[in-house]
């Protein structure tokens, strides 16, 4: 197997164990805390386990952030664009399948997502922004060490904390799409993803242009 092909297929899977673990939290119903803490320990448990072989970016924000920052090429960006994307969806099936109707409750909605949807979306905007800076410094620019995982989880784990109840706190296109999909309600996702898209661009913007590592 390829590198390129090797690396896809381990966003697949850890897109998956992001969407299948964060989606089984919020469908559990017990709260904010117990979604940002399933989100943020997965994430970094991900990250020890497939940084190695991918960069587990498992979210296409932070594809994207790292591409417009020249970390990655476009065709490396495309390829894990649709291996998150499959990961997602496969995570949002088995959702279903596993527990009826998971894949709805699961979503990552809140407040703001039915009545406020531009207001959601710029929360998003800014809480991806967040996590992508945290990915520059932590990891493409090494300065968290070994602890890079836990700085991103960490970062991931205080947005949910933050965002959780208004928007669902996504921060990952694949984690808003693929419960989207399944669950047959797309009318929030066009908003969130391209705010989330806008956020990791913005954020590899800076870091690679004005933030970089000396």
Request: no cysteine; proline share 2%.
């Given at each position: 197997?390829?590198?390129?092909?090797?690396?896809?297929?381990?966003?697949?899977?850890?897109?998956?164990?992001?969407?299948?673990?964060?989606?089984?939290?919020?469908?559990?119903?017990?709260?904010?805390?117990?979604?940002?803490?399933?989100?943020?320990?997965?994430?970094?448990?991900?990250?020890?386990?497939?940084?190695?072989?991918?960069?587990?970016?498992?979210?296409?924000a932070?594809?994207?952030?790292?591409?417009?920052?020249?970390?990655?090429?476009?065709?490396?960006?495309?390829?894990?664009?649709?291996?998150?994307?499959?990961?997602?969806?496969?995570?949002?099936?088995?959702?279903?399948?596993?527990?009826?109707?998971?894949?709805?409750?699961?979503?990552?909605?809140?407040?703001?997502?039915?009545?406020?949807?531009?207001?959601?979306?710029?929360?998003?905007?800014?809480?991806?922004?967040?996590?992508?800076s945290?990915?520059?410094?932590?990891?493409?620019?090494?300065?968290?060490?070994?602890?890079?995982?836990?700085?991103?989880?960490?970062?991931?784990?205080?947005?949910?904390?933050?965002?959780?109840?208004?928007?669902?706190?996504?921060?990952?296109?694949?984690?808003?799409?693929?419960?989207?999909?399944?669950?047959g309600?797309?009318?929030?996702?066009?908003?969130?993803?391209?705010?989330?898209?806008?956020?990791?661009?913005?954020a590899?913007?800076?870091?690679?242009?004005?933030?970089?590592?000396?």
């Amino acid at each position: 197997m390829n590198t390129l092909l090797k690396s896809a297929v381990a966003e697949a899977l850890g897109t998956f164990i992001l969407v299948f673990v964060g989606g089984f939290a919020v469908a559990s119903n017990q709260g904010v805390v117990v979604a940002a803490l399933a989100h943020g320990l997965i994430l970094a448990a991900i990250i020890y386990m497939l940084g190695h072989i991918s960069g587990a970016h498992v979210n296409p924000a932070v594809t994207m952030g790292l591409l417009v920052g020249g970390k990655i090429n476009v065709t490396k960006a495309v390829y894990y664009w649709v291996a998150q994307l499959v990961g997602a969806i496969v995570a949002a099936i088995l959702l279903n399948v596993i527990s009826p109707d998971a894949a709805k409750a699961g979503q990552t909605i809140g407040s703001l997502t039915a009545g406020s949807v531009g207001q959601a979306a710029i929360f998003e905007a800014i809480l991806t922004f967040f996590l992508v800076s945290t990915v520059y410094q932590a990891a493409v620019y090494g300065k968290a060490g070994n602890l890079a995982g836990v700085a991103i989880g960490f970062t991931l784990a205080g947005s949910i904390l933050a965002g959780g109840t208004y928007t669902g706190a996504s921060l990952n296109p694949a984690r808003t799409l693929g419960p989207a999909l399944i669950a047959g309600d797309l009318s929030y996702a066009i908003p969130y993803v391209v705010a989330i898209l806008i956020g990791g661009a913005v954020a590899g913007l800076l870091h690679s242009r004005f933030f970089t590592s000396e």
